[in-house]
């Protein structure tokens, strides 16, 4: 049977995409933040455990030699060398690629919008994440609310004072379809019961959501602070809307030999994991021993925001083509 050609999305999604991107643009000129470019093939990738890149290998022309190159599964490395540079406030709308991510909500490629402020805190980049959304997609205000306030409030769940295996408990009382021998570290529960469970609770509330103070040891990238109760939180926040992840933001780690540590914890698991070890972006590394400027930074998918203004189920319907 022959496959068909049409695109997966007809032209007048098209069209609003095109309205999108846009206004997106003219956001971002009206605020003089600079659109940059940067490459999406790196000889470096992240060794985030849950993150797997897709590779290939560059051959000179009359040579047998192989360089390993990646596709990249966000802009960030090479944007922030761009503000270790001195561009100052800057953003991007970006091609990005995950291996094997399909599905519903999920392609392996994708569009990306990223930007990064020197001049605002989290609270003033959670506002003007606000206003794009207010602009841009017509949202209504966002609630926030701490990951331990959402844990405590639909899991009644002390996230910060409960054991591992009364994570492990609950996860096995509100997702019946887990196998009996199913098994997770700590932030493999968390991330599941949010998911899982909380994740379609927020949508109940038919409004955004920012969740802040995440557990340190799900900091990525993010600075660790120490939140009200005296507890060891990283620096991010996520937004939920109808059902969907939408957006990650930081307050953006500054320390060059912390994040190497963090790179190389990744790559332990990585391997316990029994997944290949990444290589650790070293130009990354220098650009921030070098002096990256203090500065936040958030990442939104573009795709699912279009879904979300269009009521789309499916990621497809809002892309030329989900391979």
Request: aromatic share 10%.
């Amino acid at each position: 049977m022959q496959s068909d050609w049409r695109p997966s999305a007809n032209i007048e999604t098209m069209k609003r995409r095109a309205q999108l991107l846009a206004d997106v643009r003219l956001f971002f000129a009206r605020r003089q933040v600079l659109e940059v470019e940067t490459p999406i093939l790196s000889k470096a990738a992240p060794t985030a455990p849950y993150l797997d890149s897709f590779k290939t290998d560059y051959i000179p022309i009359g040579t047998d030699q192989r360089q390993a190159y990646y596709l990249q599964t966000s802009a960030e490395f090479a944007m922030k060398r761009l503000l270790v540079s001195g561009s100052g406030s800057i953003y991007q709308v970006a091609k990005v690629f995950r291996n094997g991510e399909s599905g519903k909500q999920h392609s392996p490629e994708f569009t990306m919008l990223e930007w990064y402020r020197v001049e605002l805190t989290l609270e003033q980049l959670i506002d003007e994440v606000t206003e794009l959304l207010t602009l841009v997609a017509g949202f209504s205000d966002a609630v926030r609310l701490s990951y331990a306030t959402v844990f405590k409030q639909y899991l009644e769940l002390d996230v910060f004072g409960c054991s591992d295996d009364a994570l492990k408990s609950l996860a096995f009382s509100h997702i019946p379809s887990l196998a009996a021998d199913f098994e997770l570290d700590r932030d493999g529960w968390l991330e599941l019961l949010m998911s899982d469970v909380i994740e379609q609770k927020l949508a109940e509330l038919d409004q955004p959501v920012f969740i802040y103070d995440f557990p340190a040891s799900q900091a990525q990238l993010a600075k660790i602070k120490i939140d009200e109760e005296g507890n060891l939180v990283a620096a991010r926040f996520e937004l939920y809307a109808g059902g969907l992840e939408l957006a990650n933001g930081y307050d953006e780690l500054l320390d060059a030999e912390e994040l190497r540590q963090r790179f190389m914890l990744d790559n332990q698991q990585r391997v316990s994991l029994g997944k290949q070890e990444m290589p650790i972006d070293g130009q990354l590394l220098e650009a921030m021993e070098a002096g990256l400027p203090q500065c936040t930074g958030v990442a939104l998918g573009l795709d699912r925001l279009l879904m979300l203004v269009l009521k789309k189920e499916e990621i497809n319907q809002v892309i030329f083509e989900n391979c």
